[in-house]
């Protein structure tokens, strides 16, 4: 008898790992949204709050990573600042802080899904430190 179970629970495990390898058979993509704000003549100020926004019109039905993550760009580095992370990548927009940077016109953003995307350069100022 107790084989008997441990053979319907070791049936029941094979059909869901079926199932499972099944599963990438499902439309699931890949999602690298563009950014939409900041654009290339956006100015922000240290301490301000702005909405990053990101085009999120076509996006797939089924989504591999469904987080995002926002980072700052430097000068065309990535710089290890997080703006925000752990967010659905499906709404949008996203609130962050402008972190205290220097004055500089060459900064963007970086918006992870599956992949990255990077904003135009725009500027951040208020530092009162030139760079
Ligand atoms: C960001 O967008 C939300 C929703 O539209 C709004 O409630 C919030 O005030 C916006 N934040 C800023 C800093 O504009
Ligand atoms: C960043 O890359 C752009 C485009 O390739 C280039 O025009 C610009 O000079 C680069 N900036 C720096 C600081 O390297």
């Known amino acids: 008898m107790k084989f008997t179970s441990l053979a319907a629970l070791a ?3 094979v059909g869901t790992s079926l199932s499972a390898l099944a599963s990438p058979l499902m439309p699931r993509d890949v999602f690298v949204p563009p950014i939409l704000y900041p654009h290339a003549d956006t100015v922000w100020t240290v301490g301000q709050r702005h909405n990053v926004t990101w085009d999120t019109s076509n996006a797939p039905k089924q ?3 469904g987080k995002g993550m926002i980072m700052l760009r430097f000068e065309n580095l990535t710089t290890p600042v997080i703006l925000a992370n752990n967010f659905n990548i499906l709404l949008g927009r996203i609130e962050v802080t402008v972190p205290t940077v220097v004055d500089s016109s060459e900064y963007q953003l970086v918006l992870f899904g599956d992949s990255g995307n990077f904003s135009p350069f725009f500027t951040i ?3 009162g430190v030139d760079f």
């Open 125 to 127: 100022q208020g530092s």
């Open 63 to 65: 989504i591999t990573n």
């Open 11 to 13: 049936a029941a495990l």
